[in-house]
C-alpha cells in the first residue's frame, strides 16, 4: 500500500515509516520539519523506500496531492507537548486544529481510511484512574494555556467522529500516552530523554514540582507495532477511540534514580517548581495511566518492552552520537 504520514520525520513518525516500509509498503512523508529532522528518515529516502515533501499541513495545497496518491493516513503532524502550547498556545492552537481539519476534509474527498493521534491529555485532571476510553475529560480555567493542548486534541477526536459518523470515512483515534525511545529529541523537555542527557554528563537532573506525579512511559517500537495493527484490523476499528501505552508507572523522582543507577552517573537530583519553569497557573495532572483492555482485544496489544529496556535503548541512543 502507499501510506502518508503527516510529521513523518518526527520521532514517533519516523519510527512508524521504518515499520511500515520493513513491512513492504511505499511511504509518503509530509512534514514542516519543524521539530522534526531528515536526519530521522535520510537511511529510508537514500535506500528509496520514502518519498519526503518538506510542507505545512495547514496549506491544502501541500496536503491533497499526497492524500489523493494514499491508501492509508496516519495524522501525526501538531505541535507537540505542553512547553510548546505554553510558549505558542495560539500557534499551537492554530496547527493541531485546522492542520487536522485540512488532512481529514483530504482524506474524506478520495474515502482514505484515516488515524490521527491523540494524546492522554485530553483526560486533563482526572483523577479516576487508570483512564478508560469514556472516562471523564476535567480541564482548568480558559486562562491557563496549559489545557489549550488538551483541548486541540479533543477537538481533532470529536472531529474524526464526525467525519465518521456524518461522512463515513474510516476514522481510528488513538489516545498516546508517555512514548519514548532512541530518537526521540530532549530539545521540547521530554522527561527521559533529558535525564539520560544530563546523567550522561553528571549533572543535576531536575525533577518539576515534588517528583511525586506519576506517568508511565512506552517504547517507540511497542507504541508504532499497535498503530500498524490498529491500521490492518480494518472495519473493526473504524469510528472508534483508543488507548496506547504502557502500564508501568512510575513517579518522577523514581524514574529519575532509574536512571542515575543505569548510566552509573554521578548526577544529584534537584526539584524546580512549575511556577519556576511554567508559570505561576501551571497545573499539573498527578498520575496518568491507561486503561489498555480495549486496545487488547481489538488487536491483542501487548507491550514488549519494560522500562528498564525503554531506558537502556535511550542511554544506547545517547552513547552512540
Ligand atoms: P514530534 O515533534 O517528533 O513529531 C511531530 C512532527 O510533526 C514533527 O516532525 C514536526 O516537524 C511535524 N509537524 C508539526 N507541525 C507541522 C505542520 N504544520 N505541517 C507538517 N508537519 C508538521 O513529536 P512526536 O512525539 O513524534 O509526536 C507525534 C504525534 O504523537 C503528535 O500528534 C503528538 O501529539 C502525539 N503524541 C505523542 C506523545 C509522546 O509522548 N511522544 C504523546 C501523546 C501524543
Same mark, same amino acid.
Do not use: I
Given at each position: 500500500m502507499k501510506i502518508l504520514i503527516t510529521g513523518g520525520a518526527g520521532f514517533i513518525g519516523s519510527h512508524l515509516a521504518e515499520k511500515l516500509v520493513g513491512e513492504g509498503h511505499d511511504v509518503l512523508i509530509l512534514d514542516d520539519l519543524s521539530t522534526g529532522s531528515l536526519q530521522n528518515i535520510q537511511h529510508l529516502i537514500d535506500a528509496g523506500h520514502v518519498s519526503f515533501t518538506k510542507g505545512d499541513v495547514m496549506r491544502r495545497g501541500d496536503v491533497a496531492p499526497l492524500a489523493e496518491k494514499a491508501d492509508f493516513i496516519f495524522h501525526l503532524a501538531a505541535a507537540v507537548g505542553v512547553r510548546t502550547v505554553v510558549d505558542k498556545p495560539l500557534e499551537s492552537m492554530v496547527r493541531n486544529i485546522e492542520g487536522t481539519q485540512n488532512v481529514i476534509e483530504a482524506a474524506a474527498k478520495k474515502g482514505v481510511p484515516f488515524l490521527v493521534t491523540s494524546s492522554?491529555? +485530553? %483526560?486533563?485532571?482526572?483523577?479516576?484512574?487508570?483512564?478508560?476510553?469514556?472516562s471523564e475529560r476535567v480541564y482548568g480555567s480558559a486562562y491557563n494555556e496549559r489545557w489549550g493542548y488538551a483541548l486541540s486534541k479533543a477537538v481533532d477526536e470529536f472531529m474524526a467522529l464526525a467525519y465518521w459518523r456524518e461522512k463515513k470515512l474510516p476514522t481510528i483515534t488513538v489516545r498516546l500516552f508517555n512514548t519514548t525511545g532512541?530518537?526521540?529529541?530532549?530539545?521540547?523537555?521530554?522527561?527521559i530523554p533529558n535525564f539520560v542527557n544530563h546523567a550522561l554528563r553528571n549533572e543535576p537532573l531536575i525533577v518539576h514540582g515534588d517528583g511525586e506525579q506519576v506517568r508511565a512511559f512506552s517504547h517507540v517500537s511497542d507504541i508504532v507495532s499497535g498503530l500498524v495493527d490498529l491500521m490492518n484490523a480494518?472495519?473493526? +476499528? %473504524?469510528g472508534e477511540i483508543f488507548n496506547l501505552g504502557s502500564t508501568e508507572a512510575i513517579s518522577i523522582n523514581d524514574l529519575a534514580k532509574r536512571v542515575i543507577q543505569h548510566t552509573g552517573s554521578a548526577s544529584l537530583i534537584t526539584h524546580v517548581p512549575y511556577h519556576e519553569v511554567y508559570n505561576a497557573t501551571f497545573e499539573d495532572m498527578r498520575k496518568r495511566v491507561p486503561n489498555i483492555s480495549k486496545i487488547q482485544e481489538a488487536i491483542g496489544y501487548a507491550p514488549r518492552y519494560t522500562l528498564d529496556d525503554t531506558i537502556k535503548a535511550i542511554i544506547g541512543h545517547y552513547q552512540s552520537l
Open positions: 492522554s491529555e +485530553v %483526560y486533563g485532571k482526572n483523577d479516576d484512574l487508570p483512564f478508560h476510553e469514556h532512541p530518537r526521540q529529541t530532549h530539545r521540547y523537555g521530554m522527561v480494518g472495519t473493526a +476499528v %473504524y
